[in-house]
């Protein structure tokens, strides 16, 4: 059978709903925590070691720009990703399952992380 359906390959000229942004940073967010893992697990592993190594782990981050920025990403995805997960359990309890409602919960996640990232920001270079 031959498909007729007309088809647009072109990624830049799609518009996405604001209720599908949000599913692909969710997602995107899970992948930026997996591999934020083989950094944050050894430097994890190296603080709890004792009291020096502690502190040589924080000056490593302290000092240096790209630490800090690798840990204000790791923060913003994680705040994300669990508040897609607290969008995802309150659809599951019946609440904003209308598209009206998927709109505004999206819309709060959305702008609730932007809120979350900017906090970690400030506390990261603060």
């Known amino acids: ?6 088809r647009n390959m072109d990624l830049t000229t799609i518009k ?12 995107i967010c899970a ?3 997996w591999f934020s893992l083989a950094w944050f697990l050894p430097l994890l592993f190296l603080s709890l070691q004792g009291a020096e190594s502690f502190e040589n782990v924080q000056s490593l981050i302290s000092g240096n720009f790209i ?6 990403g790791f923060l913003t995805a994680l705040g994300y990703y669990m508040l897609g997960g607290i969008k995802h359990l309150i659809q599951e309890f019946g609440y904003f399952e209308t598209l009206e409602g998927g709109k505004l919960i999206s ?3 959305i702008a ?7 906090l970690s920001g400030f506390w990261v270079w603060g």
Do not use: E, N, Y
């Open 67 to 72: 630490a800090q920025f690798f840990t204000w």
């Open 16 to 27: 996405l709903p604001v209720m599908g942004l949000a599913s692909i940073l969710h997602r």
């Open 31 to 33: 992948v930026i925590i």
């Open 107 to 109: 819309q709060v996640a």
């Open 112 to 118: 609730s992380g932007v809120l979350l990232s900017v």
């Open 1 to 6: 059978m031959k498909d007729t359906r007309p």
